[in-house]
């Protein structure tokens, strides 16, 4: 688990994510109730999450993926990956 301030890790994922929407022109409003995996795809969540870890000093575990839950089957909100980054990932970097 990391100890790291919700809403530091919140803001992270935010501003990683409202980036790339600003910057491929898409009109999606980002809040913390946006599933970033019904926009984007995976490969670039998957280097957001590499930028975030990096940003934020964490260690994201390579079979942690943290816009998906796949027991559920579901993709999940920033708010809810920000509580999955917080349980799984590591700290240090």
């Known amino acids: 688990m990391v ?3 919700r ?3 919140e803001a992270e994922i935010f501003t990683a994510i409202d980036e790339v929407n600003r910057k491929f ?3 999606a ?3 913390t109730d946006f599933c970033p995996g019904n926009s984007l795809p995976s490969q670039i969540l998957v280097t957001l999450m ?3 870890g990096e940003k934020l ?3 994201i575990p390579d079979n942690c993926y943290i ?3 796949g027991k559920e089957r579901k993709q999940l909100s920033i708010k809810e990956a920000v509580s999955k980054l917080l349980k799984m990932g590591k700290n240090g970097n």
Do not use: Y
């Open 50 to 52: 590499v930028r975030i």
């Open 29 to 31: 409003e980002i809040t």
């Open 57 to 59: 000093g964490v260690v």
């Open 67 to 69: 816009f998906h839950d």
């Open 7 to 9: 809403k530091i890790v």
């Open 3 to 5: 100890a790291i301030e």
């Open 25 to 27: 022109n898409m009109s």
